[in-house]
């Protein structure tokens, strides 16, 4: 696609539940990333992966929050039990290659609220 | 460990003034790289600019210029004869070559008023 696709823009689920959000990067871009910006706060850092490979995970808040990329394109964000302070939009962005000398583009984000 | 301010938290100005954004940043990297991002109500980052910390030549982009001075670690942003389509929430962020990730400041809110 053009941009950075992430679905679903919109989620409300119970707290308890689990959830998953996907993302689809640019095509042809290896680097993707996993930010959450909660309300009124700033982006929030959760992980990214070069390839299929996460080097950098240390971001996720919890050991209910993993992702995984397969095929070195679409990736998936999962909590477990969510909490209602995991509501926040979560932002997928994609970059040609790993390295802040990259342009990293954002999705428009999945809204998450836990109810 | 890196650090970016934004200290303005809200902006308003009148259509057609001119508004500056600032953002000072820390890092004990030589080499790093500083963006800014508009994020308007749809909630999609929009990429605005990167620059890397050996170019502090400013750049001018239409109505839009950024002011890199490495002397005071300042990397400000300057919309010329605003129009209400700016209103939106401005990010500056660091990128470091010890890693991937961005660090971002707490944004800006610029409201444009007719």
């Known amino acids: 696609g053009a941009g950075v696709s992430q679905s679903p823009s919109n989620k409300v689920t119970e707290k308890g539940k689990d959830v998953e959000l996907r993302c689809d990067p640019i095509s042809g871009h290896t680097a993707l990333y996993w930010y959450r910006q909660s309300l009124g706060q700033g982006l929030e850092f959760l992980i990214y992966?070069?390839?299929?490979?996460?080097?950098?995970k240390s971001g996720l808040p919890s050991d209910r929050f993993s992702a995984e990329r397969t095929g070195g394109s679409v990736s998936t964000l999962t909590i477990q039990r969510t909490q209602q302070e995991d509501s926040a939009v979560y932002l997928c962005?994609?970059?040609?290659?790993?390295?802040?000398?990259?342009?990293?583009?954002f999705g428009e984000g999945s809204w998450l609220t836990v109810v | 460990a890196q650090k970016v301010t934004q200290a303005q938290t809200e902006i308003s100005v009148v259509e057609k003034e001119d508004v500056t954004l600032d953002c000072v940043y820390e890092?004990?990297?030589?080499?790093?790289?500083l963006f800014w991002y508009k994020q308007p109500p749809s909630g999609e980052l929009v990429f605005l600019i990167r620059r890397n910390s050996f170019d502090e030549q400013n750049e001018i982009s239409g109505r839009y210029s950024w002011n890199f001075q490495k002397s005071t670690s300042s990397f400000n942003f300057t919309i010329t004869a605003s129009q209400v389509v700016d209103s939106a929430v401005y990010f500056c962020a660091l990128g470091e070559t010890s890693g991937s990730r961005l660090t971002f400041g707490e944004g800006t809110q610029l409201t444009v008023n007719p």
């Open positions: 962005a994609s970059s040609l290659m790993e390295g802040a000398g990259n342009t990293i583009y």
């Open positions: 890092t004990r990297d030589t080499t790093y790289y």
């Open positions: 992966f070069q390839g299929n490979s996460a080097p950098d």
